[in-house]
């Protein structure tokens, strides 16, 4: 099945950019684009994409409010979409608060076309754009100019032991083999602890895995 993605970017040049290029794989089709986080809003309740990518800075309706209304509880749309943000290196004190209200990772604009590619393919098969360094950068840096919180820490009250040090190795960006080697387990009981523990504590993917380990105090930034 086509991979169904809607572009939203207040730059005209870029989406259609994105657009021609996305549109030129297999497998993807560019359903809609949107100019401003309000259109973004009505556009992804009525074609149901799955993947939207989002440019943080936008009129109307900027991408972190408009990530949040499509990730919330009266969002009116028949499935949930995945949301990768679009970003550049000098902005944005607001893409932490992106993926903690639901956005599966993000991507620079500069990004060459095959990452581009990579990463919409990678949103929609339900991964989080985690791995490439620059994200946990991003994440780290972020993560390290808010407080930890108690209300954080209170919520992995639930987990086992083992649950725990899945929890804090995901935190530190390792991949469910490397996991199954620092512990000694085999990958699948890995990907059964990784399963427990998003859903004990409500997370979508490892991004918000990451975020929380992080704000609970599981991880330090380097």
């Known amino acids: 099945m086509s991979i169904e993605v809607l572009i939203a970017d207040d730059q005209a040049m870029v989406r259609a950019g994105f657009a021609a ?11 809609g ?18 993947v939207i990518l989002m440019d943080v800075r936008m009129p109307e309706l900027d991408g972190i409010e408009a990530t949040r209304r499509i990730l919330g509880p009266s969002y009116p749309a ?23 209200a639901g956005a599966s990772g993000f991507l620079l604009k ?16 339900g991964d989080a754009l985690l791995a490439p360094r620059v994200t946990r950068m991003m994440i780290e840096h972020f993560a390290d100019r808010r407080p930890r919180t108690p209300q954080a820490r209170a ?33 699948q009981t890995v990907k059964t602890h990784v399963g427990k523990v998003f859903a004990k504590l409500g997370l979508r993917d490892r991004v918000q895995a990451v975020i929380l380990a ?5 991880v330090e930034p380097a």
């Open 78 to 100: 028949a499935k949930i979409p995945r949301i990768l943000m679009l970003t550049t290196f000098d902005i944005d004190d607001y893409v932490y608060d992106a993926l903690q």
């Open 110 to 125: 500069d990004a060459l076309p095959d990452e581009l590619v990579h990463a919409v393919r990678v949103i929609a098969a």
């Open 214 to 218: 992080y704000d609970a105090g599981l």
């Open 21 to 31: 290029l996305l549109d030129a794989h297999e497998g993807i089709h560019v359903t």
């Open 155 to 187: 919520r992995l009250q639930d987990l086992t032991e083992r649950e725990l040090e899945v929890l804090t190795l995901i935190g530190g960006g390792s991949s469910n083999a490397e996991i199954g080697a620092e512990l000694f387990i085999a990958e």
């Open 33 to 50: 684009q949107a100019a401003d986080g309000l259109e973004a809003v009505t556009l992804s309740a009525r074609l149901d994409p799955d």
